[in-house]
């Protein structure tokens, strides 16, 4: 099956920029999606096919895809920010087509 | 905008059948070309997809759950629902259910707030 790795946890002190990778077997020719999870809520999509961001999603969420490893980049950091970011794509090929990645907890300092 | 909220028993005893189901309101579950994903998240743990239905009808599940799985609609409602049989405690998890835009590499848009589900005798 298709695995996709993110490292645990990021550390980020407000105003600075995050960034969290998503690592996959050439991951560069899917299309990954990122949504952010707070504590007790439901994950918002926050990055879609790559480098889209859905309507109200702020500017600083950005997202890039090459090679084996997709990144989200969180600029201008805030605490509301706080939260766990997951990958996810979707292959067809693989014994489970729709895959999330195990999250990044993403740490406002 | 659309809208999902599950509902169903928080506490389901072993070896019986887990029931949920979701409303949707602000779009239709028949609206051509969405799919309607149940996911599903362990106590701490990541995000696992179970299956989907799609406004045709056709539904696909994730091949590890695929023998224990339904998911079927009710549009008279506007609902579609999840049935899981055989639980264990390892089915104990946040259910949550989640709109797409069709099946496929689309992302999981819209999701419901999740409701907890609990496997214990």
């Known amino acids: 099956s298709y695995v996709l790795t993110q490292p645990p946890s990021v550390s980020v002190a407000p105003g600075e920029t995050a960034r969290m990778t998503c690592g996959g077997n050439?991951?560069?020719?899917?299309?990954v999606n990122w949504y952010q999870q707070k504590p007790g809520q439901a994950p918002v999509l926050v990055v879609y096919?790559?480098?889209d961001r859905p309507s109200g999603i702020p500017e600083r969420f950005a997202g890039s895809n090459s090679g084996n490893t997709a990144t989200l980049t969180i600029s201008r950091v805030e605490g509301g920010d706080e939260a766990d970011y997951y990958c996810?794509?979707?292959?067809?090929?693989?014994?489970?087509?729709?895959?999330f990645g195990p999250g990044t907890k993403v740490t406002v300092l | 905008q659309v809208q999902l909220q599950e509902s169903g028993p928080g506490l389901v005893k072993p070896s019986q059948t887990l029931s949920l189901t979701c409303t949707v309101s602000?779009?239709?579950?028949?609206?051509?070309?969405?799919?309607w994903s149940w996911i599903r998240q362990h106590p701490g743990k990541g995000l696992e997809w179970i299956g989907y239905?799609?406004?045709?009808?056709?539904?696909d599940y994730d091949p590890s759950l695929k023998s224990r799985v339904t998911i079927s609609p009710d549009t008279s409602k506007n609902q579609f629902s999840l049935k899981l049989s055989s639980v264990t405690a390892a089915d104990t998890a946040v259910y949550y259910c989640?709109?797409?835009?069709?099946?496929?590499?689309?992302?999981?848009?819209?999701w419901g707030q999740g409701t907890m589900v609990t496997v214990s005798s």
């Open positions: 996810q794509v979707w292959s067809r090929s693989s014994d489970h087509p729709y895959v």
């Open positions: 989640a709109k797409m835009a069709a099946a496929g590499q689309e992302p999981f848009d819209v």
């Open positions: 239905i799609c406004y045709s009808g056709a539904t």
């Open positions: 602000g779009d239709s579950i028949s609206s051509d070309g969405y799919c």
């Open positions: 096919y790559n480098t």
């Open positions: 050439n991951i560069g020719s899917k299309s």
